[in-house]
C-alpha cells in the first residue's frame, strides 16, 4: 500500500493567512585593522601599510556611526593597499634572498 504524499509546493495548511516573513541580517563590513597593523608593523613599502591602517580606521569610525556603505568602501580600500603592500613584501623578501644566495655563491 501507498501511502498519499502532496506535491512539494502545495500549502498544508489552509494557504489564506499563512505568510512567510523573510528577515535579512546584514553584516558589519570588514576593516581589516588586524592586517593593516601587520602591514604597517612588517615591512610597509612605499608606506602602503600607513595607508591601509588609515583606511581601516576611517571604515571603523564609518561602521560606529552606523553608515555601513561608507564603512564598506573604506574597508575595500583598506583590503586593497594591504594586498599591494604584501605583495611588495613578498617580492622585496624574494629578491633579497636571491641577491643573498647569489652573494654567497659569489655570482655577482
Same mark, same amino acid.
Not at 5 to 32: C, H, I, M
Not at 47 to 65: E, T
Given at each position: ?6 506535491? @512539494?509546493?502545495?500549502? &498544508?495548511? /489552509?494557504g ?16 581589516y585593522?588586524?592586517?593593516? &597593523?601587520?602591514?604597517?608593523s612588517y /615591512? ?11 583606511? !581601516?580606521?576611517? !571604515? ?5 556611526? /552606523?553608515? &555601513? @556603505? ?17 605583495t ?5 623578501a ?10 654567497a655563491?659569489?655570482?655577482?
Amino acid at each position: 500500500m501507498q501511502s498519499y504524499r502532496p506535491p @512539494e509546493n502545495f500549502p &498544508l495548511q /489552509g494557504g489564506a493567512g499563512d505568510r512567510t516573513v523573510v528577515v535579512s541580517v546584514q553584516q558589519d563590513p570588514k576593516d581589516y585593522i588586524v592586517w593593516s &597593523l601587520a602591514s604597517v608593523s612588517y /615591512g610597509n613599502p612605499f608606506c602602503l601599510g600607513l595607508l591601509a591602517f588609515y583606511f !581601516s580606521i576611517k !571604515s571603523r569610525d564609518r561602521k560606529m556611526v /552606523g553608515d &555601513l @556603505e561608507g564603512a564598506k568602501s573604506y574597508g575595500s580600500t583598506a583590503c586593497c593597499f594591504n594586498v599591494w603592500a604584501l605583495t611588495l613584501i613578498i617580492v622585496i623578501a624574494i629578491i633579497t634572498i636571491v641577491l643573498i644566495i647569489l652573494a654567497a655563491k659569489r655570482i655577482i
